[in-house]
């Protein structure tokens, strides 16, 4: 089966600097997704990473080794609205393109504190 | 603008009533998903369609149905064959490329079994 883990919570303060880690064991690997979800909304693309390294997108940044099936997704000056949960994705081999062999973690929910 | 319209939001049924949750999308995406969201768990994937006329069973699909007559409609039917059906379903969709594994949400609806 796919397992991919992720911390169940972390808290952090804000204006500081944290970072949630995935690891994955899957059967294929085309990519590892980042998702934002607020409480009881819908979840929001954050990041897309293929190849090793590092991506950064403004406070956001996502880090990808797939030898060690291990990403990041590091967030600095942290502020109160990034309270929310933190989803990692992996997308499997399939064919076709499309979503349909996205497999998610369970989530990490980040608590920000003044 | 355009986007992904789910209904109702909230929904209360009673065991052994099917009830239909409604998906409808603007962005002119071929791609529909319907996922299911229980706490503490990743999101699951219920069906999915690629094309008009044509969807594909996801991971937990027994006890929903679905159907795609319309390119911009993608209705989820919960079953009373669906044992536990309480919990936060997310209808998603996928474009063209580049970008066309990165979906994108409704805004969910949450079902609770009475």
């Known amino acids: 089966g796919q397992n991919i883990d992720q911390p169940t919570e972390m808290t952090a303060t804000e204006g500081a600097i944290v970072q949630i880690n995935c690891t994955y064991q899957t059967s294929g690997f085309n990519g590892l997704f980042w998702y934002q979800q607020h409480a009881g909304e819908a979840p929001t693309f954050l990041s897309y990473n293929v190849l090793d390294g590092l991506e950064e997108k403004g406070r956001f940044s996502s880090f990808l080794s797939r030898s060690k099936g291990y990403s990041y997704l590091l967030l600095k000056e942290l502020q109160m609205k990034d309270s929310a949960s933190y989803l990692c994705?992996?997308?499997?081999?399939?064919?076709?393109?499309?979503?349909?062999?996205?497999?998610f973690g369970k989530g990490t929910h980040l608590i920000i504190q003044p | 603008d355009g986007g992904i319209t789910q209904s109702p939001k909230y929904l209360f049924r009673k065991e052994g009533q099917n009830v239909t949750l409604s998906c409808e999308q603007n962005?002119?995406?071929?791609?529909m998903y319907w996922y299911r969201q229980d706490p503490g768990q990743g999101l699951r994937l219920i069906y999915y369609s690629q094309i008009v006329n044509d969807f594909q069973k996801g991971d937990i699909a027994e006890g929903y149905s679905v159907s795609r007559e319309k390119k911009e409609s993608f209705p989820l039917t919960v079953t009373s064959a669906q044992k536990n059906p309480t919990a936060f379903y997310l209808c998603?969709?996928?474009?063209?490329?580049?970008?066309?594994?990165?979906?994108?949400f409704g805004a969910g609806s949450r079902l609770t079994v009475l």
């Open positions: 962005l002119n995406h071929d791609a």
């Open positions: 994705a992996v997308l499997l081999g399939y064919s076709g393109g499309g979503a349909d062999g996205l497999t």
């Open positions: 998603a969709t996928t474009g063209t490329q580049p970008g066309a594994n990165v979906l994108t």
